[in-house]
Nanobody, 123 residues
Framework: QVQLVESGGGLVQAGGSLSLSCAAS????????MGWYRQIPEKERELVAH???????NYADSVKGRFTISRDSAKNTVYLQMNSLKPEDTAVYYC?????????????????WGQGTLVTVSS
């Protein structure tokens, strides 16, 4: 019904920056919650940044001051700007949107995950 297509991952040197995008395939009528998570092999997926409704975003302590979550409503896209990257930021990054999407059958509440994008930070 709805796909979240992520892009922007890749290889970067420590200290560098990357900007991840998460574009919804359908118009987002209302975002209840948006978030970015990351996962490394054999570890649980961890929350990196999220925003509930129109409230100020919250960030994991490990990324506070370096990462910024944002949204472009007109483009139905959520972003994660990552600065001052460290090798320990290496992971697959996933976006998630909980909200109301405009589908052919009408407005529908869904909780949707992106497919993941790999970020590798070299030392």
């Amino acid at each position: 019904q709805v796909q979240l297509v992520e892009s922007g991952g890749g290889l970067v040197q420590a200290g560098g920056s990357l900007s991840l995008s998460c574009a919804a395939s359908r118009r987002i009528f209302r975002v209840n919650r948006m978030g970015w998570y990351r996962q490394i092999p054999e570890k649980e997926r961890e929350l990196v940044a999220h925003s509930v409704g129109g409230a100020a975003p919250n960030y994991a302590d490990s990324v506070k001051g370096r990462f910024t979550i944002s949204r472009d409503s007109a483009k139905n896209t959520v972003y994660l700007q990552m600065n001052s990257l460290k090798p320990e930021d290496t992971a697959v990054y996933y976006c998630k949107i909980d909200g109301v999407f405009s589908l052919p059958e009408g407005l529908t509440y869904l909780e949707v995950w992106g497919q993941g994008t790999l970020v590798t930070v070299s030392s």
